[in-house]
């Protein structure tokens, strides 16, 4: 299958790893040179340490790299079959990407979204082929989680959402298809659980790490919500919660003052080197 990603940035990257792996063509674009640059040197980093784990043979890898090209030319992914856009949260800027690239490609191709909350219906909205539209919500990173999400809308046919499940068991991850909602199930309960988080942290409860350490332990959590938020980002939990605090109006989506002060000052997680953690 011939399959074109759209932005190269962390999920991106991350998304055309993975597709390339599992044996089909990509086409990586993004309208910045230095994104791409930054992606491809990414995955060989990714690739390389999947080497040295034992996960992949030298051979794979090579073949992997191969399947790889970039391009800065949105025309250049046309005959695509699939298309996954995974650029910001911004609703504005994915539908004009979607308008963009449902022109370039045939009327069978399907186009998909990895947003993490914005409604699949809302985004469809203008599109000539709305019933070729669903969400592929993919979690970071790409390479390790094993989890998709996929979204259907009030107008993706039931085929669509069959090859799409096809496709993700094809990467060797595991589906789980639920129905168009803002947030839909995993955003829902993860930000939900994470703001709660932050509250506690803002009240005095118990510290970060405690926090994260009792979710860890008492609930089996491989990580606690914290150091989650600051691998996600600190500005994409913020958009995901002013946008499910908007659409369903319940006040637990509010976002804590801690989470807006943080993102005012910069702080936005392991990207900038510190968050509700210092990294190095």
């Known amino acids: ?83 996954i856009e995974a650029a910001p949260e911004d609703l ?10 449902e022109e370039t490609l045939t009327p069978t191709a399907i186009l998909a979204t990895n947003t993490s909350s914005i409604s699949i219906g809302t985004l469809a909205t203008g599109l000539h082929r709305p019933n070729r539209f669903i969400g592929l919500h993919f979690f970071n990173p790409p390479y390790i989680i094993g989890l998709v999400e996929i979204v259907f809308g009030p107008e993706t046919e039931e ?57 860890e332990l008492g609930y089996r959590h491989p990580m606690g919500p914290l150091r989650l938020t600051d691998l996600v980002g600190l500005d994409v939990r913020l958009g995901i919660s002013e946008y499910l605090f908007e659409t369903l109006g319940q006040p637990h989506f509010a976002p804590p003052e801690i989470l807006r002060r943080l993102v005012a000052e910069g702080k936005l997680g392991k990207k900038t080197g510190e968050g509700f953690y210092r990294w190095e």
């Open 92 to 101: 504005k800027m994915k539908r004009s990407i979607f308008r963009a690239a």
């Open 1 to 83: 299958m011939k399959v074109a990603v759209i932005g190269a940035g962390t999920m991106g990257h991350g998304i055309a790893q993975v597709s390339a792996v599992a044996g089909h063509e990509v086409t990586l674009f993004d309208i910045s040179p230095d994104a791409v640059e930054g992606a491809l040197r990414r995955i060989g980093e990714n690739l390389d340490a999947a080497i040295a784990l034992g996960k992949l043979s030298a051979s794979e890898v090579n073949l992997a790299l191969q399947r790889i090209r970039t391009t800065h030319d949105l025309a250049s992914i046309a005959g695509s079959h699939l298309v």
């Open 159 to 215: 085929h669509t959402i069959d090859e799409a499940v096809s496709f993700v068991q094809g990467l060797g991850k595991e589906p789980v298809v639920v129905k168009d909602s803002p947030g839909f199930a995993t955003s829902r309960l993860g930000v939900a659980l994470g703001l709660e988080a932050m509250r506690m942290l803002e009240e005095g409860v118990a510290d970060a790490a405690s926090i994260d350490r009792a979710m």
